[in-house]
Each structure stands twice: as C-alpha cells, then as structure tokens.
DNA sequence: ACCATACCTCTCTC
DNA sequence: AGAGAGAGGTATG
C-alpha cells in the first residue's frame, strides 16, 4: 500500500465540507473516516475540514512543484475565491433566506468539471440523490481509469469520446434507464465538437444557456444546473420541484407558474448571486421535509 | 405556443 | 415482506 502524505491549505471562509460535498451538487464523493475522497482535475484526493484550515491526502511521491498546483484545484473547486459573508449579505433580502443562512453556513457553490457536471445532471431527471450518486459512480467504475491513494480507490470520469464509443445499450445496463440515449446522444455531439463545453465559460448566461440546451436531455433545469455549479454562471438558478415548492410555500408564489417566470422573479430578488439563494432555500426545504418523515 | 403524458427503474415507505 | 408511489425533468404529440 501506497504511503500518502498531508497537505495544507488555509482558509479565511465560512465552509462546511460536509454539507458542500453532499448538497446534491456533486454525487461522487465517499467518506470514510473523516475524510472525503474523490476526483478533483483527474487526481484523487481526501480532503478534511480542521478547524482553520483543510487538509489534503495525496501520494508521498507527488513532486513538491505539484503540491501547490494540487492546493490550487482544491481552492478552484470549493470556490474559496467567493466571498461568502459579502454574498449573505447580498441575498439576506428576508427572514426566510436569512434563517437558511444562518443554519446552512458554510454551504458553498462547487466549481466542477463541466463534462461530468452535464452528465451528471442529465441523469438526475425524475430520479433521487440516492438513485443517481449510484449510476454516476457506476459510469466511473465500468468505464474511467482507475486512480488509488493509499488503499483507495477510485476512477476518474469518462470522457465524451470514451462515452460516445459506447452508445445507449451498455449505459443503460448501469441504471441509467430512458437517460441513457440522451447520455450516448450528448456524448456524441460533444465528441464531434457540435458543442464546445470550454468555450461556454466566457459566453454570458443566455448565450450559454442555449448551447446546453442543444443537447437531448438538457432542459431549463438541468441547463441551470450545469451553468451554476460548473461554468461560473452565479445567476443561474436551477428550479426543480423542491425550489418551486419553496417559492410556493415560503414566497407565496402562485402555483403552476412556468419556470421561466419564477427563475425572473428569483433574478429580480437575488440578482447575480440568485444560484447561492437557491441552494440554501433548496437545503433547507429538501432537509426540514426529511425530518417531517421520520417523525 | 402551450399542455398533458410517457418514460426506465431504483429506492423508500407503508 | 411485497407492492406501490414517487423521484433535483425532458421530449413528444
């Protein structure tokens, strides 16, 4: 078994991993004894929120001129650039948001890998947190390339050409079910370069929106879904049945509205920062219907 | 342009 | 225990 070794990195912003991690933003994460481990730019790592700071397990033998590039997409990828306090102070436009805030903090936007981002999403249609973190990391184990770190291990994601070569039958022996054609469809477009996923990061919110929405499976939904926690479109605010529930519930929002009309009103309210709004009001609704079951 | 319906099948619940 | 409902939506008619 492989020796790892520790790296540090400080922090200055509210974070709390564990949450951030199982918010429903990414779905390949595993813990195990405190520690977090997943794919962050193709590297395994375990990461573990101290007090002041995170620590990161990587291999003994990473050369030292790698160790601050490790600590970089560590920061990237919990968007530590963010300044949270100055957007709780931003989005605090009522009690609602500011009770979520106040239990939630420390609930961060992920900066992910756009193309496993979209794959994942594409997936999460009409299906469960639960349901979906079990196909995705099925995707990864069947047909990524295997990464260890210590005596862990753990795939990197599948890239469009590795996924296109595939097409629709053995994806939908993962579970996957009527996702699968869109998951083979989306990986061909994106191998032919009909759309480049690179390129979206520059392009404004609209723009890149209506290159997502090209692809079969990507609707408003899960095209907001990719916008915000992968290409850096802090406005984008994904509305699924939780959020409209909350709206509904909490907002006094009609019912039935179309998508785009509450996704206005949340832009109105929230602005540019309406994404991070939405994922504590999503946390808090998603979490206190939970606790409402089991009792 | 809108609106209802089907879609795979896994998970959780009663 | 085993059936039944519901699941972070989208495509189609």
Redesign the pocket.
């Given at each position: 078994m492989a020796k790892q070794k520790t790296l540090t990195l400080s922090i200055n912003q509210p974070l709390d991993l564990g949450l951030t991690l199982n918010?429903?933003?990414a779905f390949r994460w595993h813990k195990k004894d405190e520690w977090f481990y997943g794919t962050i730019s193709n590297m395994l790592v375990g990461i573990k929120q101290e007090d002041k700071y995170i620590s990161i397990l990587v291999d003994e033998y990473l050369p030292p001129e790698h160790q601050d590039t490790v600590k970089n997409s560590v920061k990237t990828y919990l968007r530590l650039d963010d300044d949270l306090e100055s957007i709780y102070k931003w989005i605090s436009t009522d009690d609602i948001i500011k009770q979520a805030i106040a239990t939630y903090r420390g609930l961060r936007i992920l900066r992910q890998e756009p193309w496993e981002c979209l794959v994942s999403f594409i997936c999460?249609?009409?299906?469960?947190?639960?349901?979906n973190s079990?196909v995705l990391k099925s995707i990864a184990r069947e047909y990524g390339d295997p990464l260890s770190l210590g005596d862990h291990i753990d795939y990197t994601f599948p890239r469009p050409d590795r996924l296109a070569s595939l097409g629709e039958d053995p994806l939908?022996k993962l579970?996957l079910?009527?996702?699968a054609k869109y998951v083979a469809s989306a990986s061909l477009m994106v191998t032919a370069g009909d759309l480049d996923l690179s390129s979206l990061m520059e392009m404004p919110y609209d723009e890149a929106k209506e290159n997502l929405i090209r692809l079969?499976?990507?609707?408003?939904?899960?095209?907001d879904c990719v916008l915000l926690f992968s290409l850096d479109k802090m406005e984008a605010c994904?509305i699924?049945?939780?959020?409209r529930r909350a709206f509904e519930n909490w907002y006094s929002i009609e019912e039935n509205l179309?998508y785009n009309a509450l996704r206005t009103w949340a832009f109105e309210r929230w602005g540019t920062y309406a994404g991070y709004a939405q994922q504590y009001l999503?946390q808090q609704i998603r979490l206190n219907s939970k606790t409402y079951?089991?009792v």
């Open positions: 918010s429903g933003q999460s249609a009409n299906s469960n947190i639960t349901r079990s939908r579970g079910g009527f996702r079969p499976g990507v609707g408003e939904k899960v095209a994904p699924d049945r939780w959020v179309k999503f079951s089991t």
